[in-house]
């Protein structure tokens, strides 16, 4: 089993950045694909982006790429969201979320997640 825990999360201003951190204990995350999703007050579930640990590349969704950034840091077991240029509209509970992808079509089931973050983006 893994168990995450998310961190950083907190008010920041519109244009500002805030970077959010996620630890993972129980077992190595080396192996999983690790993401991050959000949920505003009254909506569903929202991709933000994931890393595959196997190859180090990334997926963002639209509405944060070039604003958002994944990494990973294997030595402390854990993956960080790098967020810039905030806006109101990314103001939302983050998660982070571990997973494993399944052959042929790569796709992903996240089995693992945290207890969530608060970001939210207001002057």
């Known amino acids: 089993q893994v168990q995450l825990v998310e961190s950083g999360g907190g008010l920041v201003q519109p244009g500002g950045s805030l970077r959010l951190s996620c630890a993972a204990s129980?077992?190595?995350?080396?192996?999983?694909?690790m993401g991050w999703f959000r949920q505003a007050p009254g909506k569903g579930r929202e991709f933000v982006g994931l890393i595959n640990w196997s190859g180090g590349s990334t997926n963002y969704a639209d509405s944060v790429k070039g604003r958002f950034t994944i990494s990973r840091d294997n030595a402390k077991n854990m993956v960080s969201l790098q967020m810039n240029n905030l806006k109101p509209e990314d103001t939302a509970v983050y998660y982070c979320?571990?997973?494993?992808?399944?052959?042929?079509?790569?796709?992903?089931?996240?089995?693992?997640w945290g207890q969530g973050t608060q970001v939210t983006v207001s002057s």
């Open positions: 129980g077992r190595t995350i080396s192996s999983y694909v």
């Open positions: 979320a571990a997973g494993t992808t399944t052959p042929p079509t790569g796709r992903t089931s996240w089995a693992y």
